[in-house]
């Protein structure tokens, strides 16, 4: 029963990463140009995310600033400190509402990116520093869901239907990044994987194709 469940954990999670990728793959190939632009420019990336979504920013800034698979020079990125164990960081009911917004204001420029996670899409937090980062006249790519929406959704990807008051308050310069699906568990793979590939994108421009090492 046990390892029946934790198949199935496997099955789903295969099975949302194939039915995202065609979707997906124009938005983050649109925000990878985004990052590119903004890093080549002398710009900035502030990553954040709503709980544990704080993780997956902090993962990409390291590896921005560090590498992701192959060596080169280090790139601008700086993951805005959250509280990953706060249960309702990624809801509309966040208790430190202007956390990430204060910090975008305090750090962020014209031409840098905000790289915006969350998994419901309602995180007041993130939409603060969504409208924060407009203020400032940055782009805005944002990795949204609708986990614990109201009710199940179809699994799938995109923007339609999927981003709640951050998605609304998007611009059209601004980029989404969005996974259809109830559950926040596959939402975070999905995220993992496309943050993944926009690591790899950023690399293959500025270092080229080959395979990167092991």
Not at 28 to 57: D, H, N, P, R
Not at 58 to 87: H, K, N, S
Not at 100 to 119: E, I, K, N, P
Not at 124 to 131: E, H, I, Q, T
Request: hydrophobic share 45%.
């Amino acid at each position: 029963m046990l390892e029946q469940r934790i198949q199935q954990h496997f099955i789903d999670s295969a099975d949302l990463k194939y039915q995202a990728g065609p979707i997906l793959s124009k938005p983050i190939s649109q925000a990878m140009q985004a990052i590119l632009a903004c890093v080549t420019s002398g710009g900035k990336v502030l990553a954040c995310g709503a709980g544990v979504s704080g993780l997956l920013a902090a993962q990409f800034a390291a590896q921005f600033v560090g590498r992701f698979e192959r060596e080169r020079p280090e790139l601008g990125a700086i993951a805005l400190p959250g509280d990953p164990t706060d249960p309702s960081a990624d809801s509309a009911a966040a208790v430190d509402a202007d956390r990430f917004a204060r910090q975008v204001r305090a750090l962020g420029q014209a031409g840098d990116v905000l790289l915006a996670l969350s998994a419901s899409g309602q995180s007041a937090a993130v939409l603060a520093a969504v409208l924060a980062a407009h203020e400032r006249d940055m782009t805005v790519v944002a990795l949204l869901g609708n986990a614990s929406a109201g009710q199940p959704a179809s699994p799938g990807a995109g923007s339609s239907g999927t981003g709640g008051a951050i998605g609304r308050a998007l611009r059209e310069t601004d980029v989404q990044i969005g996974v259809s699906h109830e559950r926040a568990a596959r939402i975070h793979e999905i995220h993992l994987l496309a943050l993944h590939c926009l690591c790899d994108g950023v690399d293959a421009q500025l270092l080229g194709e080959q395979e990167a090492s092991t």
